[in-house]
């Protein structure tokens, strides 16, 4: 996935310098640092040492400590980190200052579900329009807003100043429909169809696969089960040593 960065001017005095050059691995944790502050800010808590924001966030201290330092914020030695500067900094970073209008394409199960999902508006996000192509569905309302037919994206596109596409379609269709996005001036898409898009240079792209995390999940639980196994390994299952004689040392039972 690319990444576009363009100077800016900083904002007031003592926050972040506008879009520094982050790396990705932090970008990708900066939601959760703004999720757990945003819980401290709303449980009264007006500063926050780096060891309990890392707690609430569930990365180590040492890390938050260095992705916070991209951002120009160090806290203060004793009393942590300005619970409400460091929120603002890490908003102004991720562009979240201004409300972007998104369009949702495909209203199946899983697009109702995120239509309906009130999280987004809490979060500077606004579900502007939903699309999709099948006639049975366009023209039913969802959370106030009426499905409109695909072929109407290029008018509301300009009419709600889109910025995000969501595509909640078949993997079929999501490859017609990141056409589609793209050329309407959409250069931002979050795609929860399990395929892979192509897309032109300059157009980011976040894939969102519910399988891939269950199976990556699976993985866990099958090397879980395999070292609980270990120990308790019986005779019947034991590799047998020359000469006939079961080896009860697990190194030599797996053949290291």
Known sequence: ?????HPGAPSRAGAVPALPDLPEATVARLPEYLRALHHLA???????SSEGL?????????????????????????????????IEQIESVLGLTQR???????VG?????????????????RIAALFDADPARVGEEINGLVVRHIDELP??????????????????????VADQLVAVGVT???NFAPCVLAVPD???????????????LSFHEHRKASLTALPGTGPSTLTTLAGGAPTTDPQEAIGT
């Open 42 to 48: 709303e449980t009264g808590h007006e500063t926050v």
């Open 202 to 216: 300059g157009v980011d792209v976040r894939k969102v696969d519910l399988a891939i995390e269950l199976q990556i």
């Open 100 to 106: 972007r209008a998104v369009a949702l394409v495909g």
């Open 1 to 5: 996935m690319s990444q576009h960065r």
């Open 188 to 190: 931002s898409i979050l």
């Open 54 to 86: 890392a707690t609430a966030a569930g990365v180590n201290s040492a890390k938050l400590r260095k992705d916070l330092s991209h951002l120009g914020s160090y806290g203060t030695r004793g009393v942590g980190y300005d619970v409400a500067l460091l």
């Open 109 to 125: 199960n899983l697009g109702h579900a995120l239509a309906g999902y009130a999280g987004f508006a809490s979060r500077s996000f």
């Open 155 to 176: 008018r509301i596109a300009v009419e709600e100043q889109l910025a995000i596409g969501v595509i909640a379609t078949p993997a079929g269709a999501a490859q017609a």
